[in-house]
């Protein structure tokens, strides 16, 4: 088992990762009256794996599940969990557990953090991509029709678990989108870890236990370095949003067709391509980083064309925005992020968005 920690003055917790982690959770919840933990998980992940939650936990929890997917993270469905909770009588002393994804925890940690302004919360994290990024750090947001992650809230959890007997059942797909993830946080922070995910892709691929248990913690640790240094991102978590300023304009114009770590893979390659163009990331390092996401299983080029122009409408919605200019984050090596970047034209997006146009 390994536990980072993430160091938020006052507010420090623990992340534990390893097979069997879940029977953390009676530590996490100890002192709380049982019949007030409350579970919200995602409708697939609970037909796999509820039995083995429940069964760490003192008691039989309340569970209220939704639709496994993106359009989950929404108003609607966040009003339909409230209604639960109501139905529940759920006080401020209770807790909720988030069981699955990104979509989990941020759907879960969105509806703690408003629920009597706020009540604890856990994201028992399913997927790669939630147990190295989405649940570190106390983002938790829903969509609106406008755009992604526009209604949301900064609610640390009181603990996080990445129980990797739960990670066994994960897609082919969506572990290589959480692979995505990982080479960002590489990218942006850690030249050893990029190097460390080209040495081990085979095993990694495999999931081979010691490795991925490795590869999750050390992922958290460069997010929670991150998220400790400045929470609310009023500056250098900024960081984080390379590769997601076109990531999450893919997405939002592809209506959720790819999954998030699919977009940011394509987000990044693009985003490259803008720093390459401007003279500051040299050709081979933008090669480096696109053999590597091919090789995680990334896509590299769009699955059907896009409109530059609806792309760049799509940045102007997102959250990422100041002023009406959307900011990018741009890498002049691995390990080397310049953040803020405000006065990328629209010709070098069209020219990027070529980079990755199909066939
Ligand atoms: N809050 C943050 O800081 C933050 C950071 C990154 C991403 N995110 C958000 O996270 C979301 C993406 O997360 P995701 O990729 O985990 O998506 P997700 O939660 O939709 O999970 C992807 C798919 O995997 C399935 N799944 C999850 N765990 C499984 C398991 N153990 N076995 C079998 N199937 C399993 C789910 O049912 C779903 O179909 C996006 O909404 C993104 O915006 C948030
Ligand atoms: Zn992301």
């Given at each position: ?68 997917g993106e ?30 994804g990104g979509v ?23 997927s790669l991509l939630a147990a190295v990024d989405a ?32 990670l066994?059942?994960l897609s082919g797909r969506d572990y290589a989108s959480g692979l995505a993830e990982c080479v960002k ?58 590769g997601?300023?076109?990531g999450?304009?893919?997405e939002?114009?592809?209506?959720y067709d790819l999954r998030h770590g699919e977009c940011v893979a394509l987000g ?25 996401l091919?090789?995680c299983g990334l896509p ?60």
């Amino acid at each position: 088992m390994r536990t980072v920690t993430v160091e938020i003055p006052g507010r420090s917790y623990p992340i534990h990762i390893g097979p069997g982690a879940r029977q953390q959770l009676r530590a996490l919840v100890a002192r709380r009256d049982p019949a007030q933990v409350v579970v919200i998980a995602d409708r697939n992940v609970a037909d796999l794996h509820l039995d083995a939650l429940a069964a760490a936990l003192p008691a039989v929890p309340p569970v209220v599940t939704f639709p496994a997917g993106e359009n989950s993270k929404s108003l609607a469905c966040a009003e339909r969990v409230f209604g639960f909770l109501a139905e529940q009588r759920v006080e401020r002393g209770a807790i909720v557990i988030a069981f699955g994804g990104g979509v989990a925890g941020d759907l879960g940690g969105f509806v703690a953090a408003t629920w009597l302004r706020g009540i604890a919360f856990v994201p028992v994290a399913t997927s790669l991509l939630a147990a190295v990024d989405a649940s570190v750090g106390g983002k938790t947001a829903v969509n609106i029709p406008a755009g992604k992650n526009l209604v949301g809230a900064f609610h640390q959890p009181v603990g996080v678990i990445v129980d990797l007997d739960f990670l066994e059942t994960l897609s082919g797909r969506d572990y290589a989108s959480g692979l995505a993830e990982c080479v960002k946080q590489a990218a942006i922070r850690d030249p050893d870890l990029f190097a460390w995910l080209e040495a081990h892709g085979e095993a990694i691929l495999k999931r081979e236990p010691d490795v991925l248990g490795e590869l999750i913690a050390r992922n958290c640790e460069v997010k929670a370095a991150v998220v400790s240094a400045d929470e609310r991102e009023m500056g250098l978590r900024a960081i984080l949003n390379y590769g997601h300023t076109l990531g999450h304009a893919i997405e939002h114009r592809l209506e959720y067709d790819l999954r998030h770590g699919e977009c940011v893979a394509l987000g990044m390659i693009a985003e490259n391509e803008i720093a390459r163009g401007r003279g500051m990331l040299a050709g081979e390092t933008v090669e480096r980083i696109r053999a590597l996401l091919r090789r995680c299983g990334l896509p590299t080029v769009l699955p059907r064309a896009l409109d530059p122009a609806e792309v760049i409408e799509s940045c102007r919605v997102d959250k990422k925005v100041q002023g009406g200019v959307p900011h990018f984050v741009l890498l002049r090596d691995v390990g080397d992020p310049v953040r803020g970047v405000a006065d990328v034209s629209e010709a070098e997006i069209a020219a990027a968005m070529s980079a990755i146009a199909p066939g």
